[in-house]
């Protein structure tokens, strides 16, 4: 009796490395290019009439099999609600869940979402596909292909480890960098932070930031945080200006008090 395999259809969320087309894996590459569509949201308007990081996604899936790219209008999200921060962040996703869903009920085949850096740190794509799939109007599996991620192009750019021997490292967003600090952690990851919270910050810290990682228009600074604080917003802003964008990452380690061991008189 022959068995026949019942192909089902893929959602295939790829990593796509921190910013140059040269940092997607071969996995990601082969996942691409097994794909019929890539679903992209397209977050021009306005006050933005191009949307960079869209473009650099259809870049590289022209250049990973010459994928078409369907762009989806990024639904609004309330950023001014300080008060139910989740609960904001919630409705922009049950809004991408729909405008998503959409594509997907349209469009016949395996689909892609292409993440920036690794999908395992502070992105939502892998929510929304769980969201898709509960809905239950379109079946299909999913699967996660990993990739390089911001935190570690920082960690090579600077030519560092992220942690001192035996100790821990955090990993948090700018939004809770000072709730963090008054945690006594002494060796922080920032990611998303908008505000470039880490300015604000008192006391003895070093830092290695990093921006627009990865592309043409990457910046870094390092330091004591004291000593670069103005050079932090500049390269920052010269980014932003350059790029049309600005994602950046840094790590802050407090100094450790060194102990010395008291002499004694036959020493």
């Known amino acids: 009796m022959t068995v026949r395999r019942v192909h089902s259809r893929r959602v295939r969320i790829i990593g796509i490395g921190s910013g140059h087309p040269d940092q997607v894996t071969h996995e990601a590459a082969a996942a691409l290019r097994g794909v019929a ?26 250049r990973y099999g010459d994928v078409p790219v369907i762009k989806v209008s990024d639904p609004e999200r309330d950023r001014d609600d300080v008060v139910d921060y989740r609960g904001a962040v919630r409705d922009w996703h049950e809004a991408r869940v729909a405008a998503y869903e959409a594509v997907l009920v349209a469009h016949e085949g395996d689909a892609a979402f292409l993440v920036w850096g690794d999908p395992a740190f502070y992105d939502s794509t892998i929510r929304i596909v769980e969201g898709i799939q509960r809905r239950g109007r379109v079946s299909f599996e999913y699967d996660v292909i990993p990739g390089i991620s911001s935190v570690q192009v920082l960690a090579a750019r600077h030519r560092i480890v992220l942690h001192e021997v035996g100790q821990p490292i955090l990993i948090t967003t700018g939004r809770r960098l000072s709730e963090a600090v008054d945690q006594g952690h002494d060796n922080i990851v920032v990611m998303l932070d908008g505000n470039l919270a880490c300015v604000e910050l008192e006391g003895e810290w070093q830092i290695w930031w990093g921006a627009n990682l990865g592309t043409a228009d990457e910046r870094l600074v390092s330091g004591r945080l004291a000593d670069v604080r103005d050079e932090l917003r500049v390269q920052r802003d010269t980014a932003k200006g350059t790029s049309g964008w600005v994602m950046d990452t840094y790590l802050l380690r407090r100094p450790v008090p060194q102990v010395v061991a008291a002499s004694g008189d036959n020493d």
């Open 37 to 62: 569509f890539v679903i992209a949201a397209d977050k021009a308007g306005p006050d933005q009439p191009r949307d960079r990081l869209l473009e650099a996604r259809e870049e590289i899936a022209r």
